[in-house]
């Protein structure tokens, strides 16, 4: 049974921090590619940042400098600190896991709902 559980979202002032995680678990974590998800009413779903199963990270450039992904294989667990936060960057936040080789696997989280208020 895999299991992706986001925790940390919550209601915040314009300026303020968050730090979401996500707890994986029925995968072998380690060689999995992470992503944080958002998504918006009345937008489409979008990547936010993603960290290889090498640790290699990308940021989406509406987040860069604000945002940070990072992981923990010991854990089981990805991170995403979020900085000065805007009311733009109000949505359910979703944690991605992937593994492409020799077959293609994706799982979802269920979403933590992060709300900046102005």
């Known amino acids: 049974q895999v299991q992706l559980v986001e925790s940390g979202g919550g209601l915040v002032q314009a300026g303020g921090s968050l730090r979401l995680s996500c707890a994986a678990s029925g995968i072998t974590f380690s060689v999995y590619n992470m992503g944080w998800y958002r998504q918006a009413p009345g937008k489409q779903r979008e990547l936010v940042a993603s960290?290889?199963?090498?640790?290699?990270?990308d940021v989406a450039a509406s987040v860069k400098g604000r945002f940070t992904i990072s992981r923990d294989n010991d854990k089981n667990s990805v991170y995403l600190q979020m900085n000065s936060l805007k009311p733009d960057d109000t949505a359910v936040y979703y944690c991605?896991?992937?593994?492409?080789?020799?077959?293609?696997?994706?799982?979802w989280g269920q979403g933590t709902q992060v709300t900046v208020s102005s």
């Open positions: 991605n896991a992937r593994y492409r080789f020799p077959r293609d696997y994706v799982y």
């Open positions: 960290i290889s199963y090498t640790g290699g990270t």
